[in-house]
C-alpha cells in the first residue's frame, strides 16, 4: 500500500490536485481589478478587521496574531502605490490571544479592540487606546479559564459610550461601560438555532444604530437581531428576505437604512425601511474569495471590505477592496 502512495501516477495526481487551488489563486490575483484597491504590506498573513479613521486619514487594522496597525493615505494618494502598515499596539501582557473586532470611538479619541484566545475559547477582553498616544486606557477581561467557553469577536459603541462585544461561542453579548466597568451580559434564546452545528460560530458583527438599537448577525444560521437597548435589551428576529445571510462576519451601517454585511460572497447591501423590523438583501458583491472577506469600513462615502488573509513573502500584501453595489 505504502509502495502505491509512493508511486508516479499518485504523486502526479497529488500534484495536479494541489496545483488546481494554487493556479486559481495566482489568477485570480493577476487579475485587473475592476473597481478601487487599497493594497498595503505587513508583517503578518493575517487581519482581522480594519475600519477608516477620517480624521488620522488612515485605515486602522488587528492581527490575529495580536495587536494593531495604521495604515496611513496621504492626502494625494496615488492610485496603485501599495502602503505600509506601521504596528501602534503590541502587548506583551496579552500574548498569545488575537485582536478581532475593532471600533472606532472618535468623540471619546480612543479605538476599542476585542481580544480572544482564538484557539482555546478561555480568555476573552475589550481593550481601548488613545488615538492619539496609543497607550492603554482600560483593559477589561470579559472570561476566564473558570468560566464557559466563550469567544469574544465583535464590538459596537453607542452613544454613551457603552461597548457591546459579541461572543461568536456561547452566544451572548457582553456590555462594558464608557471607562471599563463590566456593566451586563445580554441572553436571549433567539440567539441560540436549534441545528447544534448553526452554533460553531454564533453572534458575530455587530454596529450601533442612532435610534438606539444594536443590529447583530448570527454567522452559521444567517440571522440578524435587532436589540431595542431603550426597551431592557428587547430581542428580536428581522425578517429578511431577498438573500440568505448565512456566514455573515463584519457588519458596517452606512446609513440608518442600509446594512454592508461582510462574509460569503464577499458583501451583501441589506436594506430596511420600518426601523429594522424587516430587510432585504438588495444587492450582492463577490471580491477575492481566497482572501476572505472579514469586515467592512466607509472611506469618503465608498465602502471597502477588509480581508483575512495576505499574500506574498516576505512581504505579505494585503488588500481593501473598495465594494460596488
Not at 123 to 145: E, I, K, V
Not at 214 to 233: A, R
Request: some cysteine; overall charge neutral; hydrophobic content about 40%.
Amino acid at each position: 500500500m505504502a509502495l502505491r502512495f509512493c508511486s508516479p501516477r499518485f504523486l502526479v495526481f497529488v500534484f495536479l490536485v494541489s496545483a488546481i487551488p494554487i493556479a486559481y489563486i495566482i489568477s485570480e490575483e493577476r487579475a485587473e481589478p475592476t473597481n478601487h484597491v487599497f493594497r498595503y504590506h505587513s508583517t503578518g498573513f493575517f487581519r482581522e478587521c480594519a475600519k477608516w479613521d477620517d480624521q488620522g486619514r488612515r485605515f486602522l487594522a488587528s492581527f490575529l496574531e495580536g495587536g494593531v496597525g495604521e495604515i496611513h493615505v496621504p492626502e494625494y494618494y496615488t492610485p496603485g502605490v501599495v502602503l505600509q502598515e506601521k504596528t501602534v499596539v503590541k502587548d506583551f501582557d496579552l500574548a498569545g490571544n488575537s485582536s478581532l473586532g475593532i471600533a472606532v470611538d472618535r468623540p471619546r479619541n480612543r479605538l476599542l479592540v476585542v481580544i480572544a484566545d482564538v484557539l482555546r475559547n478561555r480568555y476573552s477582553a475589550l481593550a481601548a487606546y488613545d488615538l492619539s498616544t496609543w497607550n492603554r486606557l482600560f483593559l477589561t477581561q470579559l472570561s476566564g479559564p473558570s468560566d464557559e467557553k466563550s469567544f469574544a469577536d465583535d464590538v459596537a459603541v453607542d452613544a454613551d459610550g457603552n461597548a457591546y462585544v459579541t461572543d461568536a461561542k456561547a452566544s451572548k453579548i457582553w456590555k462594558v461601560g464608557a471607562n471599563g466597568e463590566f456593566l451586563s451580559v445580554i441572553r436571549n434564546p433567539l440567539f441560540t438555532p436549534k441545528e447544534w452545528y448553526k452554533s460553531l460560530v454564533a453572534l458575530n458583527g455587530i454596529v450601533y444604530h442612532p435610534d438606539g438599537y444594536l443590529i447583530v448577525i448570527h454567522t452559521f444560521s444567517g440571522n440578524l437581531f435587532k436589540i431595542d437597548l431603550n426597551k431592557g435589551d428587547e430581542v428580536k428576529l428581522i425578517e429578511v428576505d431577498g438573500g440568505s445571510l448565512v456566514f455573515g462576519d463584519g457588519l458596517e451601517l452606512i446609513s440608518p437604512t442600509k446594512l454592508v454585511v461582510a462574509g460569503n460572497p464577499s458583501g451583501r447591501l441589506v436594506e430596511s425601511s420600518d426601523g429594522w423590523e424587516t430587510a432585504s438583501v438588495v444587492a450582492k458583491f463577490k471580491g477575492p474569495v481566497h482572501r476572505l472577506a472579514t469586515a467592512a469600513t466607509v472611506k469618503d462615502g465608498k465602502v471597502y471590505l477588509s480581508h483575512l488573509v495576505g499574500m506574498g513573502y516576505p512581504k505579505k500584501t494585503h488588500a481593501l477592496v473598495e465594494a460596488v453595489f
